[in-house]
T-cell receptor, first 114, second 113 residues
Framework: KAGVTQTPRYLIKTRGQQVTLSCSPISGHRSVSWYQQTPGQGLQFLFEYFSETQRNKGNFPGRFSGRQFSNSRSEMNVSTLELGDSALYLC?????????????FGEGSRLTVL | DQQVKQNSPSLSVQEGRISILNCDYTNSMFDYFLWYKKYPAEGPTFLISISSIKDKNEDGRFTVFLNKSAKHLSLHIVPSQPGDSAVYFCASYPGGGADGLTFGKGTHLIIQP
């Protein structure tokens, strides 16, 4: 069974630009969540989607948004990029019946904002 | 305000000995606590979890202890092996379909030969 796939793996943007990151969950997993990892703040929850609906949202500004498609694939978008948005963005999927809180993470998309 | 704290950024342990990683939390409403392990250039992987109604959970070489009165949990790895060298994240999960995981900042465990 293929794992969680994230694209692109690495990207460089400049301040003010926008970026879209993509995530394909494990087949059969309908819940997708996104996390931001930075050296100073660690792993922080961005949002979670289930059946194309955002179920939960972390404490991030409105520049961070996401969506989920009918095939459970998800995208997240960051608009008007700031230097502080440089981070590793991790996508994770999970399924009903799994251990509570057990997430399956992708390898991440490393964003550098110059 | 950090709800989950890992106060040791790094820990060095000799191969074969016990590794003990610690985590403190502030919110008594968390239903589950989990440990994730992360190698460089890979995403975190789930290691072990414990429900808030238990005080111990074992899985092979890994045991997690929960002390609710102290709001403290620990992960014991016995015996430690070179492949255990990684960053370990403690996380809390409120359960009930609520917000996502709240992670600590991680502890880098280094197993010395």
């Amino acid at each position: 069974k293929a794992g969680v796939t994230q694209t692109p793996r690495y990207l460089i943007k400049t301040r003010g630009q926008q970026v879209t990151l993509s995530c394909s969950p494990i087949s059969g997993h309908r819940s997708v969540s996104w996390y931001q990892q930075t050296p100073g703040q660690g792993l922080q929850f961005l949002f979670e989607y289930f059946s194309e609906t955002q179920r939960n949202k972390g404490n991030f500004p409105g520049r961070f948004s996401g969506r989920q498609f009918s095939n459970s694939r998800s995208e997240m978008n960051v608009s008007t990029l700031e230097l502080g948005d440089s981070a590793l963005y991790l996508c994770a999927s999970s399924h009903r019946g799994g251990m509570p809180g057990e997430l399956f993470f992708g390898e991440g998309s490393r964003l550098t904002v110059l | 305000d950090q709800q989950v704290k890992q106060n040791s950024p790094s820990l060095s342990v000799q191969e074969g000995r016990i590794s003990i990683l610690n985590c403190d939390y502030t919110n008594s409403m968390f239903d589950y606590f989990l440990w994730y392990k992360k190698y460089p250039a890979e995403g975190p992987t789930f290691l072990i979890s414990i429900s808030s109604i238990k005080d111990k959970n074992e899985d092979g070489r890994f045991t997690v202890f929960l002390n609710k009165s102290a709001k403290h949990l620990s992960l014991h790895i016995v015996p430690s092996q070179p492949g255990d060298s990684a960053v370990y994240f403690c996380a809390s999960y409120p359960g009930g379909g609520a917000d996502g995981l709240t992670f600590g900042k991680g502890t880098h465990l280094i197993i010395q030969p």
